[in-house]
């Protein structure tokens, strides 16, 4: 088959970016409220059981947009529902930051969840449905990439927004704290989400779906040579026709009402976050100033984190259509396993000071700031982005948007269940609160290993085959 021409690689490239944005967004208001918490906190005189839910009730809007985002995306399009997740966000970010109670913080804060979780669902089907199949993997882990960037993005905000008023309980602009504008500066990114929603083609899978196939060619004759655009119809299409057949388009099976292969999505999904990765970028601020660093320190070393995780990741992007996603999610369980469990044995050493203040003695602060950023570059560079390059190419074509939904509709259930808990069970006890997130880690391992085979290079009507198909588990005549 003859190769794109580099104008066609670089328009694919170009639409896959655009289309991460969803993804920046994603990971600016997952972390915004890192640097807000403590102001937040005090300013409003919330317990830790409240501060918990505020900051985790955005995940329940994000789960809801992620379960509706499928649906949506099936009836009116891709790029309508991008537009309707950048509204969302738009409002929520004006919302958060002029919110005058604890109630109406949280109020926008669920609408601008309703928002990212479209964009969660919307941004890797759009990209995984325009990729060629050599590149997707790559592709698809834009959309982690952006995320990592999007936390940098509002990690460094946060900081820059706090130094300059002094603090972010402080006063910075038009009589304004320091922690409303932390929300406000996401309005930019929304509107620009919003401006791309009208200037980016419709997937020619959606196109094809419901009817539209001369459009589809039109747009598959940018990205592919003219030789293969019929070769790429007929395969949607032929994939298409076989998931209409029998229920096929339905999420239910006999796997408790469910698909198999919509519970391995699932599954993915809460492995993603029952590591705690986002207690690291929700309440890193908060933990370091426990163990002795100040709140400007604080800020530093979360924005350092950031950097790492959106490095790790580029390195994610640039092995995972050449490793597989196999190995890279294997070694990266191993790594979070030994460093969550290092973070816990430091936590066991901590102490407390006359104020009721956690300390970590001797060299076990560093130890523990150390074990964190590994846990970081682990988590980075292999279950952080290939979840989405797997969610983007593991399902149907016909319930892919459905599907996608549903599974980042459990990631978000999953993230909310980690971040409400964590200030209650770091008041208990961080020791067992790590230790709980290594034993995850450890059984994302053998999930891996037992029901994940590699789809590298294969066509995304392929792919799903597999899963259907062949065992996951590898032996000694055949691996996966």
Not at 198 to 215: H, K, N, Q, V
Not at 288 to 314: C, H, P
Not at 347 to 358: A, I, R, T
Not at 429 to 443: D, E, I, N, Q, R
């Amino acid at each position: 088959m003859p190769e794109p021409t580099g104008a066609m690689k670089r328009k694919v490239v170009g639409l896959a970016i655009a289309a991460a944005v969803g993804g920046f967004l994603f990971g600016f208001d997952s972390s915004v409220v890192n640097g807000a918490v403590d102001a937040i906190q005090h300013g409003f005189a919330l317990n830790a059981v409240v501060t918990g839910f505020v900051v985790a009730i955005a995940l329940l809007g994000c789960a809801l947009g992620a379960y509706l985002a499928g649906r949506l995306a099936d009836r009116f399009g891709r790029l309508r529902v991008m537009l309707v997740g950048a509204i969302m966000f738009l409002a929520s970010s004006i919302g958060a930051g002029l919110a005058f109670s604890v109630w109406d913080l949280g109020f926008w804060r669920v609408i601008g969840g309703i928002g990212i979780g479209i964009a969660s669902v919307v941004a890797p089907a759009y990209i995984a449905e325009i990729a060629p199949k050599q590149s997707r993997g790559s592709l698809a882990s834009l959309q982690q990439l952006a995320i990592t960037i999007g936390i940098f993005v509002a990690l460094l905000s946060d900081a820059l927004l706090a130094g300059i008023a002094g603090s972010a309980s402080k006063e910075l602009w038009f009589g304004a704290e320091a922690w409303r504008w932390m929300f406000i500066v996401g309005a930019i990114p929304a509107i620009i989400y919003g401006i791309l929603s009208f200037t980016l083609p419709e997937s020619p899978r959606y196109l094809i779906a419901t009817g539209r196939r001369d459009e589809a060619r039109q747009i598959f004759s940018t990205l592919v040579p003219e030789e293969a655009i019929d070769t790429q119809i007929s395969d949607i299409e032929k994939s298409i026709k076989e998931d209409e057949a029998g229920e096929k388009s339905t999420l239910r099976g006999d796997r408790f009402g469910l698909k198999p292969i919509v519970w391995i999505g699932i599954i993915l999904s809460v492995f993603q976050q029952f590591v705690g990765i986002n207690v690291i970028f929700y309440y890193s601020t908060t933990l370091w100033r426990a163990v002795g660093f100040t709140e400007k320190d604080s800020l530093t070393i979360t924005v350092i984190t950031s950097v790492t995780n959106v490095l790790v990741t580029v390195v994610a992007i640039v092995l995972v259509d050449r490793i597989g996603r196999r190995p890279i999610l294997l070694t990266g369980s191993i790594g979070m396993a030994i460093s969550l469990a290092v973070m816990s044995i430091a936590f066991s050493f901590s102490e407390k000071n006359s104020d009721g203040v956690v300390t970590l003695p001797g060299a076990w602060g560093p130890i523990a700031l150390v074990a964190a950023n590994i846990f970081v570059v682990c988590f980075g560079a292999s279950w952080g982005p290939l979840v989405w390059v797997l969610l983007g190419e593991i399902f149907p074509t016909k319930i892919r948007a459905k599907a996608l939904g549903l599974a980042a509709s459990a990631q978000w259930i999953a993230n909310f269940l980690i971040t409400v808990s964590f200030p209650a069970l770091a008041d208990f006890s961080l020791t067992f609160t790590y230790g709980m997130y290594a034993a995850f880690a450890v059984l994302s391992f053998f999930f891996v290993m037992w029901k994940i085979p590699e789809t590298k290079g294969m066509a995304l009507e392929d792919a799903k085959s597999t899963f259907e198909t062949k065992p996951a588990r590898p032996t000694k005549a055949h691996a996966s």
